[in-house]
Structure formats: C-alpha cells, structure tokens
C-alpha cells in the first residue's frame, strides 16, 4: 500500500513591507520560507505551495514572490 504525501502551504505577501503594513508581520517570506524548509526536511513530502494573489499588489508582492 502506497502512502501519498504532500505538504500545502502558501505566501501571502511577496513584500515584507506589506506583510508587516496589513498583517503585522515581521520577516514573512524569510519566515514562511524558512518552515517550508525545515517541513521539507523533517517530513520528505512533496510540496504545494500557493501564493494568494492580493489585489492591487501584483508589483509588490506577486512578480517578487515568482522570480525568486
């Protein structure tokens, strides 16, 4: 019997100053990046990984968040 195993997960924010400016968040991506990391390593799953798409922040949060 096979187990199938995956991970999800997402960004919110792109933008660490808009993380902190509309969710009171400090370091966001370095944070949620960081746990995607460490879940990768503990668990061996594969991942999911979503960004919501918030609007009006396409330049600010979305085009950083898919290129890296």
């Known amino acids: 019997m096979a187990l ?3 991970i999800s997960g997402g ?3 792109g933008s ?3 993380a902190l400016k509309y969710s009171k968040v400090l370091c966001h991506r ?3 990046t960081r746990n995607f990391l460490l879940a990768k390593g503990h ?3 594969d ?3 979503r960004h919501l798409v918030m609007p009006g922040h396409l330049e600010c949060c979305t ?3 898919w290129s890296g």
């Open 16 to 18: 660490d100053e808009c």
């Open 4 to 6: 199938l195993a995956f």
């Open 30 to 32: 370095e944070v949620v």
């Open 47 to 49: 991942f999911l990984i």
């Open 43 to 45: 668990y061996r799953a």
């Open 63 to 65: 085009e950083p968040f």
């Open 11 to 13: 960004f919110r924010w």
